[in-house]
């Protein structure tokens, strides 16, 4: 956000203002920029303020209410003469904010800058004035939903924590609703106020029981005029939602998750299972477990007991990426960015899947350029070979299921990462676990059945022949899904879940 607006008044004072808080990357890169180019800001003083101190909060609210801003973007701000810039808006537009000024006029002392309560544009009564009136001495309840880590929601914080200080009679009920229970809460109030579409568009928001204000826009002058023209203000309506209210909630949240369903993520997790990566894995333990001598009780035992360091291995490794995926989410402008990202792999994979399809009909599938590579095989097999022979047949398959399942991630992990993408786009724990399970499942199912076959008596020559003669369809397959997951990608992004 970029906004000018022309001072009536000009001091002589090399004084610029850089409004920060602390982990913030946008106030370092300024801090860096600042020291990188001293032929610009030679002859000027950076005065660094941290936003979140209530005085300085203050300061940078005035300077917006000189210049005609009616509430700021983030708490990062770098305040120069009639302009203010913020958070990512700063850096590519400071050289040029510096080079066109003469002399610099912004001062950290209110007086300085012309900005004494008398001075100030009246935009509204005084909020403590307003409080101290006769009608003001009731309780004022506000609700405010965030997301923890997301700059707007840490400016609208700060802003409460002022009004805090302002009126001893507010009371602020906060909603982090990237909790589920808190999220329900949020649709229930939406609907109450009758605003649709994607509920995370509206974060942050406070809200009253005669109405609601975007966080960003709060600020003392805007509340006086809320509490002037608002009809009412009691009593607080989210605190009454009962059990029943919150559980349709949840179920109407959860209809976004049918979108993408369980069986599709089963589906993903059957296609990964017959990865010819995978699915070659599978057909030289078979074999080598013949050319083991291994009776058919022992094939058996050790088919399912790798299946289980499988499972294991690849049912952890996606609760812990779910684990972070959920995190992210925490951070809302992370989640476009990983969707973005997403969707250009998820096109790389589609075109080198046609690739290989192409050189699959004119040379044959051992000149395929997407899978394990020649030395990841050899360990791979090396560790079966290792295990195969080693005491405690099962215990040495899980072991085994478990390291080679590692490995192949490499490979497998083309369907299984945007998968969990997917899955964690539902933005619900309970459904999350259980897809997981499901593409898990899926996913050893093939091998399941190449040890049930090899126990009946099939030969690994005769399955890999049917794996060769398919693996058109399996590749077929890939490239559609990459396809599809481009596409949901792009959809996320553009059309995200309220």
Known sequence: MLACCQVAHSLATNEVILFSVQNCPDCDAVKQWWEDNPGLTDGFHLKILDSEKIENFELLIKLESKLG??????????????????GTNIIPN?????????????????????LSKERVPEQGANVTTIASAEVRKKPVYLCYFFIPGCQHCSRTEIALKHLETLV???????YDVTIPENRSRLEIVLDRLKLGGNAKSYVPLVVWTGGWISGTELSPSTFADILTHSPDFGPPFWRQIDEEQMRQASQEIGRSFQGISVLTII????????????FATIIFLISYLALAGRTRAQMLLTGLSFGTGVFACYFLIGIGLLQALSFTQRFHWISPILYGMMAVIAVGLFVGTIRDLVILKRDGAYKMKMGLSRQMKQRIHSIIRARINASGLMIAAIVMGFLVSALELACTGQIYFP????????????????????????FIVPLLIVTALAVLGVTSQAMAKFAEKHVVWTKSLMAAFFLAIAVLMVMLILFPKG
């Open 419 to 442: 998968t969990l993408i997917l899955i964690n786009s539902s933005q619900r724990s309970g459904r999350s676990l259980v897809a997981l399970l499901g593409y898990n499942v899926a």
């Open 69 to 86: 801003i009616k509430g700021g973007s983030t708490l990062t701000a770098f305040c120069y003469k009639d302009t203010i810039l913020y």
């Open 267 to 278: 589906f993903a997790g059957f296609l990964d299972g017959i990865n010819p990566c995978a």
């Open 168 to 174: 001893p009679n507010l009371n602020v009920d906060r």
């Open 94 to 114: 400071l050289s040029e904010l510096l080079q066109r000024a003469e002399t610099p006029v912004t001062e950290t002392n209110n007086e300085a800058v012309g």
